[in-house]
């Protein structure tokens, strides 16, 4: 590592708090795609104890960081738990748990990003986040900004729309796409419909259909990195006989994902066999998990 300056001051000098940026998805692949990570790790560029330079010591190099989430968001028991939404690019600041060694960081807070915020390709500049699966669609645009001034997909209230002097014009197309009949100024709710793809292009139905499954794809690949550290016989032990292939498409194309990217990267059978294992698990219970809370929901309503 490169030691800073002496004459240069820079945030957490004097304790063990610092702040850094989140390296990209290339530097942590094995990570995020659960192929040789655990937990939920980041790898972060410290500010005052990483060098600028690149050369000097290479992203990949970079020691992992650990999450600390809040006593909110729950550890992942009894189905308790927080997707972290971390991306590359983005500011972070945390502490040292093994003091003057600095070799265990971990993070504990993340600076939002405002409308003033300038990107940038250095190490230590601010990333706008997409990358990787991760990318601007037609539907939310390419919103960078965590600032609540303009919340996408919520219209806002246009200067002098507060006149009610004025009449307003009844949105017959809208209503007759919807299957109301708007003939003789009355609208007549006959055979109503649901406008295909809910109103979406077929551009933006696919856009928003590859987003849900990136971020299911991601929940999977989260899912068994936790489960990596267990043994067969506790994997074996966590199965649930009810839920099968068959039953549960997920299962089943979790399952062959990993088995076709296992035997793809060369693993013995018996290898090949514990990444299934683990896949399967994975997804019975996020299927589970995702039942849970939908029969919660019927209950609320």
Known sequence: MEAPSE???FFGADTHEWIGVILSDEAQKAQIEGTGGWGVRYKVAIMGHHPTDQTQVKDEEIQYATVVFGVTDGDGGGNMQTSSALREGTVV???FLDGSAKQMPEITGVYGKTSGTRFGKGRFEAKNGFGGKLQPGNLLGR????????PPCVPRALPGSGDKTKKRETPKDALEAAGVDTTDNKAK?????????????AEEQKE?????????DLQQKQREAQLDNLTTEQLTARLDP??????????????????????AAGLSEDEV????????????EIGAEEREEARQSLELI
């Open 273 to 284: 066999q514990r990444k299934v294992l683990i896949a399967t698990v994975a997804a019975s």
């Open 189 to 201: 709710v006959e055979d109503s419909k649901t406008p295909e793809n809910n109103g979406l292009s």
């Open 242 to 263: 009810t839920v099968t292939g068959a039953s549960n498409p997920d299962v089943f194309n979790a399952a062959r994902s990993a088995r076709e990217e296992a035997r």
């Open 7 to 9: 004459s240069i001051k």
């Open 143 to 150: 919103d960078t900004t965590n600032e609540t001034s303009s």
């Open 208 to 216: 928003f259909e590859e987003a849900a499954q990136a971020e299911k």
């Open 93 to 95: 600041r945390g502490k």
